[in-house]
């Protein structure tokens, strides 16, 4: 368990619709950060917050949003939604935004949300 | 454009011997490359890291080796166990700290 929790864990929709994915970092993580795992892709990096602000954007469409709350927790809104937005999408949490020094600081993952848009 | 590449999807080894997953990246300016791990139904949890400043990182059964003049990653395993059957991430950071993962290597140990 990495401490890092994420709801719900399947979530089936139709497309057009909007979902809002939830996830909770670590207690003591300030950086959340979210990926898309397609089919036949690896991790995407779409979006990371720390500490209430967007910290740096990755892949990320317009069709989707995301934010982090004063408690730390954050969300990940799509819209409109499309068959190709089919895919597990994790969020990680780390201690950090930036490493100092010469240390990597490990991002902690969640265990996935599998959205499937019909 | 892919940054990162494992070449190879999946990986089959007999309980016992080493396991050797590979992986390759384009770009120079990336100073940390990472390992994860994922098991089926779970998030990847980290393995191992090496900085761009060394060409060795070892942990127990885990070693990683950076060749920076091939731009090649490896990660050995040895001697690999059934716990071991998961899908492998390679990783790099870059230097404004955004991660790019590899599409992943299924490693089967075989009994």
């Known amino acids: 368990d990495s401490g890092v929790t994420q709801t719900p864990k399947h979530l089936i929709t139709a497309t057009g619709q909007r979902v809002t994915l939830r996830c909770s970092p670590r207690?003591?993580?300030?950086?959340v950060y979210w990926y898309q795992q397609s089919l036949d892709q690896g991790l995407q990096f779409l979006i990371q917050?720390?500490?209430?602000?967007?910290?740096a954007k990755g892949n990320i469409l317009e069709r989707f949003s995301a934010q982090q709350f004063p408690d730390l927790h954050s969300e990940l809104n799509l819209s409109s939604l499309e068959l190709g937005d089919s895919a597990l999408y994790f969020c990680?949490?780390?201690?950090?935004?930036?490493?100092?020094?010469?240390?990597?600081?490990?991002?902690?993952f969640g265990p996935g949300t599998r959205l499937t848009v019909l | 454009d892919q940054q990162v590449k494992q070449n190879s999807p999946s990986l089959s080894v007999q309980e016992g011997r080493i396991s050797i997953l590979n992986c390759d990246y384009t770009?120079?300016?990336?100073?940390?490359f990472l390992w994860y791990k994922k098991y089926p139904a779970e998030g990847p949890t980290f393995l191992i890291s090496?900085?761009?400043?060394?060409d060795k990182n070892e942990d127990g059964r885990f070693t990683v080796f950076l060749n920076k003049s091939a731009k090649h990653l490896s990660l050995h395993i040895v001697p690999s166990q059934p716990g071991d059957s998961a899908v492998y991430f390679c990783?790099?950071?870059?230097?404004?700290?955004?991660?790019?993962f590899g599409k992943g290597t299924r490693l089967h140990i075989l009994p």
């Open positions: 990680a949490s780390s201690v950090v935004s930036r490493a100092s020094g010469s240390s990597y600081n490990e991002q902690f």
């Open positions: 207690s003591g993580d300030l950086s």
């Open positions: 917050y720390y500490n209430g602000e967007e910290r």
């Open positions: 770009n120079s300016m990336f100073d940390y």
């Open positions: 090496i900085s761009s400043i060394k």
């Open positions: 990783a790099v950071r870059r230097r404004d700290d955004k991660i790019i």
